[in-house]
Nanobody, 113 residues
Framework: QVQLVESGGGLVQPGGSLRLACAVS????????WAWYRQAPDNQREFVAR???????TYADSVTGRFTISRDNALKTLYLQMNSLKPEDTANYYC???????WGQGTQVTVSS
């Protein structure tokens, strides 16, 4: 069965950095596009970043210039490097195989002083 397992979340001060990872099993990896989404309390899940099978990237306006999505096809792992974090980045972050119903359980990111 397809499993997506996120890791790397935590508590960080404003201006800090975190690197999230999403380990994929039970699914091909290199042939698909993958994405990161996030959901803050009382908010809907929102798009953060996407990476195509060829490595092209797309970002939400709110994270452009601060976040970088990447993939390691050999390790079947998706990454999200988050720099210059802001309190409004606080959310549970999820990875997703694009155009599928496959989601991880999420990893919590809290940005607070």
């Amino acid at each position: 069965q397809v499993q997506l397992v996120e890791s790397g979340g935590g508590l960080v001060q404003p201006g800090g950095s975190l690197r999230l990872a999403c380990a994929v099993s039970g699914s091909a990896f290199s042939v698909y596009a993958w994405a990161w989404y996030r959901q803050a309390p009382d908010n809907q899940r929102e798009f953060v970043a996407r990476i195509s099978r060829g490595g092209s990237t797309t970002y939400a306006d709110s994270v452009t210039g601060r976040f970088t999505i990447s993939r390691d096809n050999a390790l079947k792992t998706l990454y999200l490097q988050m720099n210059s974090l802001k309190p409004e980045d606080t959310a549970n972050y999820y990875c997703n195989r694009v155009d599928s119903a496959y989601w991880g359980q999420g990893t919590q990111v809290t940005v607070s002083s």
